[in-house]
């Protein structure tokens, strides 16, 4: 595995994976976590929620519903927009019969919160998903396996309803707003932190640059707190072990925007 240097003051790691096509890459994934301040304004939380290779269920069931979804793939067509119920029954029983809408970019979650959870990830083996992850039969053992299936749609990575997903992906820079969520205000309005990820790799003897994509928004439903998640795919042109070291930084998103030319 190659040499990851963290220049953030994110979660961040490397994970190696095969794509739909078959080619070795590496997932550079970065997770920055903030708090929201009174006045609305991010900050930097003191602890970093850490990157997931798995889901974590929800309490009390074992039908395969997430509380909060792994951060293991490739890519996602979109930016998940998700909020977390509680890992706490007791405090997500406060919660229960609350009215609630939650507004960012142009996905907006309302509803009345209580079990099930409607605003949380969707089951892998949830029909929604299970369509779009491909065809597994003879032809795919005989001719593919262990490979994707030629049909699977990147679209099953999305853990959100689709109704929660944003096309396309945010930027990072996004007004949130909050109705009825926290207790004892009403209306509370934020902002995504204006921080991107960069990801840059050293590729035989090639360096690259690039701003990762914002494919993940994980709000609490508890507290003002939330976390994105940031994703760049390395392709080397043969296998992994030419990629020699990664770097990961934060940069604002104008700075971003200049350099690289984004949107």
């Given at each position: 595995?190659?040499?990851?240097?963290?220049?953030?003051?994110f979660?961040?790691?490397?994970?190696?994976?095969?794509?739909?096509?078959?080619?070795?890459?590496?997932?550079?994934?970065?997770?920055?976590?903030?708090?929201?301040?009174?006045?609305?304004?991010?900050?930097?939380?003191?602890?970093?929620?850490?990157?997931r290779?798995?889901?974590?269920?929800?309490?009390?069931?074992?039908?395969?519903?997430?509380?909060?979804?792994?951060?293991?793939?490739?890519?996602?067509?979109?930016?998940?927009?998700?909020?977390?119920?509680?890992?706490d029954?007791?405090?997500?029983?406060?919660?229960?019969?609350?009215?609630?809408?939650?507004?960012?970019?142009?996905?907006?979650?309302?509803?009345?919160?209580?079990?099930?959870?409607?605003?949380?990830?969707?089951?892998?083996?949830?029909?929604?998903?299970?369509?779009?992850?491909?065809?597994?039969?003879?032809?795919?053992?005989?001719?593919?396996?262990?490979?994707?299936?030629?049909?699977?749609?990147?679209?099953?990575?999305?853990?959100?309803?689709?109704?929660?997903?944003?096309?396309?992906?945010?930027?990072?820079?996004?007004?949130?707003?909050?109705?009825?969520?926290?207790?004892?205000?009403?209306?509370?309005?934020?902002?995504?932190?204006?921080?991107?990820?960069?990801?840059?790799?050293?590729?035989?003897?090639?360096?690259?640059?690039?701003?990762?994509?914002?494919?993940?928004?994980?709000?609490?439903?508890e507290?003002?707190?939330?976390?994105?998640?940031?994703?760049?795919?390395?392709?080397?042109?043969?296998?992994?072990?030419?990629?020699?070291?990664?770097?990961?930084?934060?940069?604002?998103?104008r700075?971003?925007?200049?350099?690289?030319?984004?949107?």
């Open positions: 595995m190659p040499l990851l240097v963290n220049k953030t003051p979660a961040a790691e490397l994970v190696p994976l095969i794509d739909k096509e078959g080619r070795s890459v590496i997932a550079a994934i970065v997770k920055a976590t903030y708090e929201m301040a009174p006045d609305g304004v991010p900050q930097l939380a003191a602890e970093q929620e850490p990157i290779f798995a889901d974590e269920p929800a309490w009390g069931l074992d039908d395969g519903t997430a509380r909060v979804p792994s951060d293991l793939c490739d890519g996602k067509p979109g930016t998940d927009v998700v909020l977390v119920e509680p890992a029954p007791v405090v997500a029983a406060t919660l229960a019969g609350r009215s609630v809408r939650v507004e960012l970019g142009g996905v907006a979650l309302a509803g009345k919160l209580g079990r099930p959870w409607q605003f949380g990830p969707v089951a892998r083996d949830d029909r929604r998903r299970r369509k779009l992850a491909g065809t597994y039969d003879d032809d795919w053992v005989q001719n593919r396996m262990p490979f994707l299936p030629a049909d699977f749609d990147a679209r099953y990575h999305q853990a959100a309803p689709p109704r929660q997903v944003s096309s396309p992906h945010l930027h990072g820079d996004e007004l949130v707003r909050f109705d009825r969520l926290h207790h004892g205000r009403d209306v509370f309005v934020s902002h995504l932190p204006d921080r991107v990820a960069v990801i840059a790799s050293v590729v035989g003897n090639t360096y690259r640059s690039t701003v990762a994509t914002l494919d993940t928004v994980l709000f609490a439903a507290a003002p707190r939330m976390s994105l998640v940031w994703r760049s795919a390395i392709v080397p042109r043969r296998s992994i072990e030419e990629v020699s070291t990664v770097f990961a930084y934060a940069v604002r998103l700075t971003a925007r200049e350099v690289f030319a984004t949107e």
